[in-house]
Every structure is written in C-alpha cells, then in structure tokens.
C-alpha cells in the first residue's frame, strides 16, 4: 500500500486498530474453541439431516426452545413421537438408527419439519434451519424435504482457471427467459449458457439462488439459507448448471444475502425459538425498517458459524467460484446507509457509526472465501464506497495469521 494511501487513514489508525484487534480475538477464540476456523465453517457437517452408515442424525440450535419434536411424513406427522434432547448449548438432536433391513427411516424427498415449543409458550411448526431443499404446497406454504440421493452428484469439469480480468454476465435463473412463467435451471444450461459463451463472457453471477418464499423479492429476502430456489428445479439441476459452466471455462458466482433475512416467521429464520434474538438483534435495531426484513447479530457465535458454514456450503457442494456479498451498506454502518449522503470523507466511514462486528464478520467471510478456494472472486456491494473495503485480512493492517 502506498504511503499517500496510508497518509490517508492516518488520523483512523484508532478506528483500524480497534477492529483489527477484534478480528484477531474472533479468529483466536474460533480455533481455541473449535479447533480451526475450517472447522467451525463447516457446520453443515453437524447441524441439520447428517447420513451416515449408521442411520440418520439431527441437529438444531434453539436456545429458547423449551420442547422439540422431529415430525414429517415418516412418521404421519405425529407431534410426539419423535423427541429431541437439548444440551448445555441449546442444541436439540435425535438419532435414528437404519432399519433392520438396511433402508433408512425417513425416505428421500419426504417433507420433514420440527415441532416445538417457544419461549413464548406456543407450540409451533417450523422448517429445520440448515435444511438443503423445500417444497411449495398448494397453499403456498413451505415444507422442508429431507434428501438422501442414492448417488452424489458427479462433477464431470474442474473449476476452470481464474479470469484475468472479468466480464460478467448477471442473471436470475426464473426470469431468464422470455415467457411469463419461472423458467428453470435445466433451461438455463441448455439455451443461455451457449450464448454467454458466445457473447464472450467469461463469468456468470447467479442471483436469487438461495431459497425465498416471496418471489416477488426477486430472491433478496432469502428464508433457507442452505436451500437452492426450487421453482427452478432440484439441486443437481444447479450442479449441472455450474459444472456445464465450468467445462465452458465460465466462472460462476453465487449472489449471497448475508446482509438480511426475510421476516417470514413461518417458513424462515424470522422466529424459530420464540425469540427475536436468536439469529438476530432485538428490537429495532434487528429490524430493517425499508426492506421489512431481519438484521443479524454478527457478534453471536452461532450466527457467525451459520453464515460461515453458509459459504462453505455453496463453495463446496455447488462449486460456485466465488459470491457477490449483496446490500453490505446495510452491514457496515448502525444506520444502514438510510438518509446518509456519503460525501467521500473519511470520517463518514470510520466512525462510532461503523458497526465492528458486521465489518468483523465481513473479513472471516472474506478469509475463509479464499481459504477454502484460494482462486475464490469476492465482490462487496456497497453503495458508501467504503475505502479499503476490497482489501485483503492481511492489508491494512499488522494481522498474521
């Protein structure tokens, strides 16, 4: 970094030592307790339907829970058959062992949700936090699919080798096509992915892939984080998508929403345990007046491990190249970028005004990116014009790590 540049940020030293102080105690207390920062970004691993050999285990993190039930169509939706046992943390799990003939108990593609009673006393339905699929029913309403393919996926392409410079190709999967109707992923890697190639792009951003009930939201208010849009088809329909992209030599980027979360209580993370706190800030400050929606709270760890873990997954089993972080003014600063004029001063951006734990959160995203897929794009969509926000953990600052 040039000396001018730092001349610059001078008089925000304070502001930049208070941060990066809190990055490194994050990022200490991560491996002191998990045992690595990979470790605890890979919580999918733990939390939802694990198969294994032996059967099938569950896993939800609801602290204000007071009772929960596994229910679905394996067990014809019986509300107290199935009974899960918390621990000291809040993490309420069950196992089901394989059947004596070797089948396992709940079938693939069956509807699933949990049964529980919140810390307001209600008994209440809600669909598994980390679970990877969903379905619509007639009502319009949501319920989680338990998958358990037979075969993975086989990825036929690597991930090709990184652009050099990037022309992107921006699209939303339902709307990318020309009739009135929510056009699918399996249509998308037959008739746009030739044309991208064609019109010599070298690089797809996907948005509105992660889950949303609204799909008016244009899949900015994301219910499941770990589930893919299924009006658009099931999850090897995406894979093929990317890995048809990878043998193009296409780059595919995940446009990410870890900035906000629908409100919706029913078929989201709006109100799972009975409390506005669970994955979110309590009362306004949780709230996100304009765009209706949730606002996490960046400084709980178990936030911190869902929307890492979230990363990880896509990076992981999708494959995607790398995210475009959506709607991060909101994140950086305690008044969202709402009626704010950035005029370019400094002082606009580091400031009491800044919120630490988004920005925090923000440079473990950006670190573990790059850890799992050293050949990894970020792109951060801010409207402030944050300077110094498209640098590395290590820039800026006298991290090591």
Known sequence: INAEYMGYLEPFKDHFRARNELFVRRFKEIVQHEGSIIEFAHGYLKYG????????????WAP???????????????????????DDFGNWSIFFPRNSDGSYPIKHMTAVKIHLLNAKNEWVDRIPVWIHYLRQKEDLSYEGIFLNYEKPYQWKNARPQKPESLRIYEAHVGMAGIEARVHTYKEFTQKVLPRVKRLGYNCIQLMAVMEHSYYGSFGYHVTNFFAIANRSGETVDLKELIDTAHGLGIYVLLDIVHSHASSNAFDGLGDIDGTEYQYFHEGARGRHELWDSKLFDYSKWEVIRFLLSNIAWYLN?????????????????????????????????????????????????????????????????????MPSLGRSVQDLSLIHI
């Open 49 to 60: 339907f694990i198969v294994t050999q032996e059967g099938i285990s569950f896993k939800e």
């Open 317 to 385: 089993e999708y494959k995607f190249d790398g995210f475009r972080f959506d709607g991060i003014t909101s994140m950086l600063y305690h008044h969202h970028g709402l009626g704010v004029g950035f005029s370019g001063g400094y002082h606009e951006y580091f400031s009491m005004g800044t919120d630490l734990d988004a920005v925090v959160y923000l440079m473990l995203a950006n670190y573990i990116t790059h850890k799992l897929c050293p050949g990894a794009i970020t792109i951060a969509e801010d409207v402030s014009g």
């Open 64 to 86: 204000g829970a007071k009772e929960m039930y596994l229910i679905g169509e394996f067990n014809n939706w019986d509300r107290r058959s199935h009974k899960l046992h918390r």
